[in-house]
């Protein structure tokens, strides 16, 4: 009898040591995943409140590692990767100004080339700007200051957060001066029943994670860069991460924002009220917005409760039609627990292996394609009961051809861990460049499979991972050199793909400097001269992060 009748004749799967599915006898009563004493090896890590505080806090310290690479190559000036990009008629910053935001921020201006360097750079060492000077106000009013000042003397400012943006948004293309939230970090406000937290914009996502913990709730999101990122950025991207498949995007998780106009004038929506139908909701304009409508300076959000049962597992596709259709069945057998499914292909895989240092949790077994599927729940016993089922049936009906549980902390860690730090392995790699797509979910792995080609051997990697679940596809091409004639083997070309399967040319990054100039692609002209009404209308000097996000009119 073939391996494939055997298991579609038994009904009982065990996951044993070397990680490959065997069957057991028909008439065993499943009990879960596992090898020897089946109850015992799948404990869950979420299991217990400690397990799921241990398991954060791994997680948490490598992110904050990973999204703060240091700077191990020269980066060329924006200025002159875009000979086109000409500098606006803002005026140079002058040493009146220099003292007059001393006077606003003493001991918090800070000019010294050293101390700027990081802050010009953006994370992916492919942008870097000019900036002289980097203000770092703590309160809303300080911000207020320092925006009218900058209006009336003409002098163009860059909100940055964590700078872990990967789409040029985050730092200066000339000499804009930088605006830093990192001193803006407070809570000012948890509402323990509701799960409501207010706080300032330049708390780090990770913190807060681990402040609302403390009352039973989490974050509505989950970054990568959660060590770094501050929520005034996430908020201004409209970040997604993994857990927008169970709790949705931050147009629905922000109930309030606070931001700061050009002119000085401060935005006050910190309503805390999750109805309000009072005219148009203003704060869904800044959601997004990339800095360009106002400086954020403070936000509302609803936070979910904290799971208490969480299991993961790793599974491994033959095609990638195998991945759709493992994705309908989890939605099926899962249901309301389903809480994240990634996907990993083949060649990320391979450089995880060769350049990040971690290690295939499917050693000696090969797919194209491997999918981290999480549940989160509330009881243990059936959400394991749930996750048993699916596994079982996947594998019958030939949608899975292996995988692995997570059935102790440090496996939970190695796999989430082999997820999240592509991006890093990427870099090690060679020169990455980074998009960003949104497609029907059919049609998720499409520019990949295009992009790898239409580059042949002139790309060192062409590789794609993320969000099946929500479309949102990390398109990542490794090239030789840093270079204009490089990019142009990529763009337009990659933008026009994604027009023609209708997707998005930014799921979550956003447009920043990069992808500005093809917004065409995804908006139509009706559609982006109204936002440029829109920009008019907030920032008529256009000193808020200039040459950002859309065309200027």
């Not at 860069?225 to 991207?237: E, L, M, Y």
Request: proline share 4%; with cysteine.
């Amino acid at each position: 009898m073939s391996s494939t009748a055997i298991r579609l004749c038994c009904s009982q799967l065990r996951l044993c040591q070397n990680r490959t599915f065997v069957t057991s006898t028909r008439h065993t009563q499943i009990s879960s995943w596992g090898c020897g004493n089946i109850p015992n090896i799948c404990q869950r890590l979420c299991s217990s409140k400690r397990s799921c505080h241990q398991q954060n806090s791994f997680r948490q310290r490598y992110r904050h590692f990973s999204s703060t690479l240091a700077l191990n190559r020269d980066v060329p000036l924006t200025s002159v990767q875009y000979p086109s990009l000409k500098r606006q008629d803002f005026s140079p910053v002058s040493p009146d100004d220099v003292a007059f935001f001393e006077s606003v921020l003493p001991g918090r201006v800070v000019t010294s080339a050293e101390d700027l360097e990081q802050a010009n750079t953006d994370w992916l060492q492919i942008c870097r700007g000019q900036s002289k000077l980097l203000l770092k106000p703590k309160t809303t009013d300080e911000v207020s200051h320092i925006l009218r000042y900058c209006n009336e003397h003409n002098l163009a400012v860059v909100p940055q957060g964590g700078n872990t943006g990967l789409v040029g948004g985050s730092v200066p293309v000339f000499d804009e001066i930088l605006i830093s939230t990192a001193l803006m970090n407070e809570v000012t406000d948890f509402n323990e029943l509701s799960g409501i937290v207010t706080c300032q914009a330049g708390c780090i996502l990770e913190n807060l994670d681990q402040y609302v913990q403390k009352y039973g709730y989490t974050m509505p999101l989950d970054l990568g860069a959660k060590g770094s990122c501050h929520i005034g950025g996430n908020v201004a991207t409209n970040a997604g991460g993994i857990r927008l498949l169970r709790y949705g995007s931050l147009h629905g998780s922000v109930l309030g924002v606070e931001a700061v106009m050009a002119n000085g004038e401060v935005f006050k929506g910190l309503s805390p009220l999750r109805k309000d139908n009072t005219g148009y909701d203003l704060k869904q304009l800044f959601i997004g917005s990339e800095g360009t409508l106002g400086l954020i300076t403070a936000v509302c959000l609803l936070c979910p409760p904290k799971p208490q049962s969480v299991q993961l597992a790793l599974l491994g596709c033959n095609s990638f039609e195998a991945v759709l259709d493992t994705y309908k069945f989890s939605k099926e057998k899962l249901g309301e627990i389903l809480s994240a499914f990634e996907l990993i292909d083949a060649g990320s895989m391979e450089v995880q292996v060769t350049h990040g240092g971690h290690k295939n949790p499917l050693e000696g077994a090969s797919f194209p394609f491997y999918l981290l599927v999480e549940t989160s729940g509330s009881h243990e016993g059936h959400d394991q009961e749930k996750m048993s089922a699916f596994l079982e049936e996947a594998l019958e009906n030939n949608y899975i051809g292996d995988g692995t549980m997570a059935t102790d902390s440090a496996k939970f860690q190695s796999m989430w861990l082999l997820r999240e730090t592509i991006a890093a392995g990427l870099l090690k790699a060679g020169v990455t460049y980074k998009y960003d797509f949104a497609f029907s979910v059919e049609d998720f792995y499409k520019p990949v499979e295009v992009m790898r080609e239409h580059l042949g051997d002139r790309a060192l990697h062409v590789v794609g991972y993320g969000h099946v679940g929500d479309g949102n596809v990390h398109l990542n091409v490794v090239g030789p050199e840093l270079s204009a004639e490089y990019l142009a083997l990529i763009e337009p070309y990659v933008f026009e793909v994604t027009a023609s399967f209708n997707g998005s040319i930014s799921a979550e990054h956003g447009l920043g400097l990069k992808k500005r100039g093809a917004i065409t692609y995804s908006r139509t002209p009706e559609q982006v001269a109204l936002m440029q009404q829109m920009k008019a209308l907030f920032d008529p000097k256009g000193i808020l992060n200039p040459y950002k996000t859309i065309p200027s009119r």
